[in-house]
């Protein structure tokens, strides 16, 4: 990915944080240091993207460090699969992360020490509660808690347990660690929460090493302060979980300084919704599992993958989300001007071909027999530099089947009986007569070409305000193409209930044409290059499927433009 980022225009009010922080040297020695701590239980998507790049970008703009670091602490649902697919979409998206690649489980021995340590200074104890028995204690946003019953077990009961807990002698769900801070306190999360679960289940790196795991929000504020976070950058619901964030790096500093490199500090930011579409990982996992797409990787999805598969470049995502910007309030961003950014970005970088996608046959009645001509076509208008090609032309080509009306409107200027168009880069053509099979249907066009207007040497003196692609039928390569549309039929599928949003798809999410016909310069296309199919929008060639002589292409965009238009 092209590093334009331009800072983010350095605008947002966490790039005010940091510059403050730097002029008042609250960081010390320390260099701006910041992280992406995926959970790998899934594949990321584009809202992920915005938090990858905000804090990729706000450690290279400030000319410091950015760790990638799993914060694995759940096997049931973490997999190697996600852990792969994480490092493979970061990389693409162009966040260096330089050798600092890091696993929640790397540390595990040193968060249990830590746990010890918080048992000893009566910072922590073993409960027996069961899980609805603790949800129940808990009490209300109205009502405060009630202390377990072996809240206050002696120091050296607690360590005992907690080490038959490590060995494995008890089930599941049957003691927890929980932090002993405020069953009275106003914020629920600083209700005694639990730090450590007993869970029998195979790690995907450690194995069956450990039965026990810390609980996410005791395990990841230390791993900051254990890796020198300065600026902890998560999405606004971590808002209430703040204080206990603040209480683990502050016990972290007090028991184990000799390992704690800095102070981390969480700040929260909105996260990146879109229209259309769903990022709740739970709704992504079902739609995958129970088949409603071909995959994480479906281009359909919001996925990370499913758009690189689809052929959505990484710059076109770093600029959608620099559009989108950084703010404290949650927003739906608007598809229109993701699809915008895409266009943009491949204006420049997609050269044009000829494709038709529901093709008319049209027989040039004058053309003489057997004879090939051929015509030079810039591959980018406005680029000289991305050269041009030569395109066959004989007497029998493919049109598309909208171009043509035998009763057309007033405004129609495209085919139609005893009417004329121009053929792109070639002649005038016109329709002579229609063939239709017996259900009416038309299957044939007759038509004339003038000579004399041949493109770039008109002679004809004739003016026709229609120019329609096409492409010969003696010289076409046939391609598959997917016309991808929105996966949900209604703007806003996460309001939907749990149970109800998959009967929110939308059945017409994919059309997959067979057979194709497009201009033969795309034999020599690499898998993986991006074209613009005239007049009818961005195409991708894909890798995966393109092999063998098959050519299988992705519409990325269409060509309409509805974000752009709408801001004039």
């Not at 162009?94 to 830590?114: I, N, P, V």
């Not at 206050?152 to 009961?157: L, T």
């Not at 603040?246 to 909105?270: C, G, H, N």
């Not at 758009?307 to 949650?330: C, H, N, W, Y």
Request: aromatic share 10%; with cysteine.
């Amino acid at each position: 990915m092209e590093e334009k980022n331009e800072a983010v225009e350095k605008t947002n009010f966490i790039y005010s944080m940091i510059r403050e922080d730097l002029e008042q040297k609250a960081l010390g020695k320390n260099p701006v240091h910041t992280r992406f701590p995926p959970e790998p239980n899934g594949y990321l998507h584009i809202g992920h993207a915005k938090a990858i790049l905000l804090n990729y970008f706000i450690a290279k703009d400030f000319k410091g460090r950015f760790n990638l670091r799993f914060d694995d602490t759940n096997p049931i649902k973490e997999e190697q699969e996600f852990v792969d697919s994480i490092i493979e979409d970061i990389r693409w998206l162009g966040a260096d992360w330089e050798g600092r690649l890091f696993f929640s489980s790397d540390y595990f021995e040193t968060k249990y020490q830590f746990a010890l340590r918080l048992i000893e200074a009566g910072y922590a104890y073993v409960c027996d509660l069961s899980p609805e028995e603790i949800r129940d204690y808990r009490g209300t946003l109205t009502e405060a808690g009630t202390e377990s019953p072996y809240r206050n077990r002696p120091g050296a009961e607690n360590l005992d347990l907690f080490d038959r807990m490590r060995k494995g002698e008890f089930p599941n769900g049957s003691r927890v660690l929980r932090a002993k801070i405020d069953m009275s306190s106003g914020n629920l999360n600083m209700r005694d929460p639990v730090i450590y679960r007993i869970l029998h289940a195979h790690h995907h790196r450690t194995g069956d090493q450990w039965c026990i795991y810390p609980m996410y929000d005791f395990d990841h504020p230390f791993s900051d302060a254990l890796e020198g976070i300065t600026h902890s950058l998560c999405s606004i619901e971590y808002s209430d979980h703040r204080p206990l964030y603040d209480w683990i790096v502050d016990r972290a500093v007090e028991l184990m300084p000799e390992v704690i490199k800095y102070r981390s500090r969480q700040t929260e930011f909105a996260r990146l919704g879109m229209n259309y579409t769903v990022m709740s990982k739970r709704k992504l996992r079902r739609l995958v599992e129970e088949n409603y797409v071909a995959g994480w990787d479906d281009p359909r999805l919001p996925t990370i993958a499913g758009l690189r598969r689809r052929g959505v470049t990484p710059e076109a995502i770093a600029d959608f989300q620099q559009k989108t910007g950084v703010s404290r309030a949650d927003s739906t961003a608007d598809l229109a001007l993701f699809e915008h950014c895409i266009r943009q970005d491949l204006e420049t970088k997609a050269p044009r071909i000829m494709a038709v996608l529901d093709p008319i046959k049209v027989v040039i009645t004058n053309w003489p027999a057997s004879k090939t001509e051929m015509f030079e076509m810039e591959n980018m208008p406005d680029n000289e530099s991305a050269g041009k090609r030569q395109v066959p032309f004989s007497g029998t080509i493919f049109i598309e089947r909208d171009d043509f009306m035998e009763e057309p409107p007033k405004n129609f200027f495209r085919l139609a009986p005893g009417r004329e168009v121009r053929l792109k880069g070639a002649y005038i053509i016109c329709c002579d007569k229609v063939i239709k099979d017996q259900s009416g249907s038309v299957t044939e066009l007759h038509c004339t070409y003038d000579p004399q207007t041949r493109s770039g040497s008109d002679s004809s003196g004739k003016k026709v305000k229609g120019v329609i692609h096409w492409v010969t039928v003696e010289h076409a390569v046939y391609a598959t193409v997917n016309l991808y549309d929105t996966l949900f039929s209604v703007e806003n599928p996460e309001e939907a209930e749990e149970g109800n949003f998959t009967t929110l798809i939308n059945p017409d999410s994919l059309l997959t044409i067979d057979n194709v016909p497009i201009e033969p310069s795309i034999r020599e296309a690499h898998p993986g290059s991006r074209f613009q199919f005239m007049r009818k929008g961005y195409f991708y060639l894909e890798p995966e499927r393109s092999t063998g002589g098959e050519l299988v292409f992705n519409r990325i965009a269409q060509l309409r433009d509805s974000w752009a238009k709408a801001q004039k």
